[in-house]
């Protein structure tokens, strides 16, 4: 990061790998916390912000730890970056940091691998939480039940991969977060026998979301072992639902008039659509993450603690 003064008027650059972003304009250092926060999340990834903004000037600094810079937690790729170094550790205690410095005003959280430490935090103070993903994480039923009761606002939630969320977890999420319009409860593709039997359906999940989540108008539930016997219950009672996405969902057989009634939705993903194009391009994602730089904390050049909380 550069700067340059030139009678009232100061000039910065902020390099952001291979790019660089200039700002030029008189006093700029004397500009509202409001006003420098809107630019810095438009301009730098949350992982530099403490790093290499928080180190210009005092007002930057004092910016970058107030709450207006973190209304939106977007730490995912980081967090990928942070279990590729086999430094996931650092996700819990950074999320619960972050949280602090929101002043609790956050409205989004995205993060990868959470533990259920951060987000017992995370969802005890998130009353303003809209937004929810955490793909991957090892929340357990217990910990969801105890504080889901918190996320009253909760619109979107992003629970995919989440082994360790059971029936009684998602029944904890439909019956506490009441605003919920979008759910995406996509499982792994490798979890799925190779050959279907009886004993492999399992509409639980489905009849739960069915029940608890009636307001739903988004629903993602990509390799699921849900059969036509859930889906009707979806269709049936979340009267909302204009989204549905059940690729690989390989034992609904779309019988009588199912079909008729899905592709009457806005957006309609059957089972066998684009299913195994969907498998590799997921497959290349995550070749590609591991291919990135080892993971560092946020925090590794940042100010010291006293400055930051």
Known sequence: MESSTDGESKRVCIKLENDAVCMVGGRWDELSPEILAS???????QELMVRSVALVCRSWMETVAGPYCWVEIDLEEWC?????????????PTVRKIVRRSRFTFRRISTYRLGNVGFSFAADRGRCLKILQIPQSGITDEVVE??????????FLDISYCSKITEKGLKAFGKQCKSLTHLRRNMPLW?????????DINDQDALIIAETMKGLQRLDLAFNWLSDTGLVAILTQCKALTHLDIQG?????????LEERCEKLVDFRSPWIDEHADGLAVSSDNDSREDESEGESIYSESPSSSDID
Do not use: M, Y
Not at 39 to 45: A, D, T
Not at 191 to 199: I, K, W
């Open 146 to 155: 105890k504080h889901a009761g918190s996320l009253v606002n909760l619109t």
């Open 191 to 199: 979890e799925l026998p190779t050959n279907f039997e009886a004993s």
């Open 39 to 45: 630019i810095f999340v438009r301009i730098v990834p």
């Open 80 to 92: 990928r970056r942070c279990c590729i170094a086999n430094r996931s550790h650092l996700i819990d």
């Open 249 to 257: 969902c390989w034992n609904v057989q779309l019988k009588g008039n």
